[in-house]
């Protein structure tokens, strides 16, 4: 089972939670995105709901944001080894998602009502894997699932407390999948989350995955997307 949701921001303010637009998705395998735009609004795309074994799996993602303002070698960009608390203990988790957005972006794509040309891939981001390892491991432990923490904070501003400066940032979320083809498969077949992979605003990524047994979906994603100031 799982659900999905869409946010962006620009800055204008975009979120699919935008300053400038936001869109929300969920079902029972939640995913939700965020996309970076120059306008504000907020859409729910509908939710779908699969099972799967005896695992819930939600998906969530995130829309953009702009201001003008199983191993463990897995690595970040700056050659450090991932930790596997971060990656759900999932192997090569760096290099199959970046292999996976890239190969989305590479061609033109339908998402929803909306065509999207082919994009340019993007790079991974320290600080954006960072905010979104940071995000992931407060929604595991206090078993939540949401764009917004639990203090308050949206994941723009997640962004910018890891040092990130940006221009453009969005931010898509899943819950319950077990593994990188799973969510992107949720996340591309959402039209909100499907825009912010697509989005040509977004030169970097970072994504991570924390699991809590104890939790409700158990494995929380979150993929923070942006361009640099």
């Known amino acids: 089972m799982g659900a999905l949701c869409a946010l962006g921001a620009s800055q204008s303010y975009a979120a699919s939670y935008n300053w400038s637009d936001f869109a929300s998705l969920f ?12 306008a504000t609004t ?8 699969t099972a799967a074994a005896t695992t819930t799996t939600r998906a ?10 199983t191993t463990t070698t897995t690595t970040l960009a700056s050659g450090a080894a991932l930790p596997a608390a971060q990656t759900c203990g999932l192997g090569n988790f760096q290099q199959e998602l970046l292999t ?7 061609s033109a794509r339908a998402c929803g009502s909306l065509t999207y040309a082919a994009a340019p891939p993007v790079k ?4 954006l894997f960072n905010a979104a390892a940071g995000h992931s491991a407060d929604m595991a432990a206090k078993n939540y699932f949401s ?16 040092g990130y ?3 453009a940032a969005g931010e898509n979320i899943a819950a319950g999948q077990t593994s990188v083809a799973q969510v992107m498969t949720a996340w591309v077949n959402s039209p909100g989350h499907c825009a912010n992979l697509m989005s040509k605003n977004f030169t970097e ?13 158990r494995n929380y994603w979150t993929m923070d997307l942006a361009q640099p100031r």
Not at 42 to 49: A, F, L
């Open 165 to 167: 400066a940006w221009l």
């Open 147 to 162: 764009h917004t923490s639990l203090d308050g904070r949206s994941f723009s501003q997640r962004i910018t407390n890891a």
């Open 205 to 217: 990524v970072g994504v991570a995955c924390v699991k809590n047994d104890a939790s409700s979906y």
């Open 100 to 106: 996976r957005i890239n190969e989305i972006r590479a």
């Open 27 to 38: 079902s029972r395998n939640p995913a939700r995105t965020t996309t970076t735009l120059a």
């Open 42 to 49: 907020t859409t729910r795309p509908s939710t779908t709901t």
């Open 124 to 127: 991974w981001n320290d600080k």
């Open 60 to 69: 969530a993602t995130t829309t953009t944001i702009a201001t003008v303002a």
